[in-house]
Each structure stands twice: as C-alpha cells, then as structure tokens.
Nanobody, 126 residues
Framework: QVQVVESGGGLVQAGGSLRLSCTAT????????MGWFRQAPGKEREGVAG???????RYAESVKGRFTISQDNARNTLYLQMNGLKPEDTAMYYC????????????????????WGQGTQVTVSS
C-alpha cells in the first residue's frame, strides 16, 4: 500500500524560508514522477513544482527562483526548499506521486498524479 506523508510546514515571516519533506512508502521512489501542490482556502489546487523520473523539473511561474524541488532516492524522500516566502504562498501544501515517470508538460497537473498526502500547512505572515 502506497503512503505519502508530508512534513515541515509552519508559520514563518515574509522573506523567510521553510523546507518541506515528503516520504513515500510502498513504491520505488525513483521510478515515478513526484510533485508539490498547494491549495489556499477558496482556491483550486495548483501545481507548485514537479520532478520527472529523468530528473527534469518544472515550476509554477509564481515560485520560480524562490522554490527548489529535489529528491533523495536512497531515502525515498522528496523536498521543497522554499526561500523568499510571501504571504500569498500561504496554503496547504501537498505531495503527490504519479504512476509513470512523467514528462515536463504533465508535472504540474493534479490529474496526472495518483497518490496524495494529507498536506502540511504553510502560513506566511506579513
């Protein structure tokens, strides 16, 4: 059974940093595309960053240059380093795993992913 669990959220002041982690059990981590998504109250879930099996990455325009997605295959762990946080980054952040290696165009599409974590809250104060 696949289980995806996020951690690392919290409250931070604008301009600060957080690193989110995601562990996935029940699947061989480096065989699948992985992604980070977020959802703020009253808004749709949006793709933040994704990484394909071949290591290619894709970022939402709103986070380019500030967020970095990476993975440690030996530990089955995905990371999202978030720097220069803004109040508009406040949201529940979700980690997701796809059943295929993924391609650049699919990495930020929620429908592409099969397994989802429960989310970790990120709150950025102004």
């Amino acid at each position: 059974q696949v289980q995806v669990v996020e951690s690392g959220g919290g409250l931070v002041q604008a301009g600060g940093s957080l690193r989110l982690s995601c562990t996935a059990t029940g699947l061989t981590f480096d065989n699948y595309a992985m992604g980070w998504f977020r959802q703020a109250p009253g808004k749709e879930r949006e793709g933040v960053a994704g990484i394909a099996r071949d290591g290619s990455t894709r970022y939402a325009e709103s986070v380019k240059g500030r967020f970095t997605i990476s993975q440690d295959n030996a530990r089955n762990t995905l990371y999202l380093q978030m720097n220069g946080l803004k109040p508009e980054d406040t949201a529940m952040y979700y980690c997701a795993a796809a059943l295929t290696g993924g391609s650049w165009w699919s990495l930020l599409l929620p429908a592409f992913y099969t397994y989802w974590g429960q989310g970790t809250q990120v709150t950025v104060s102004s």
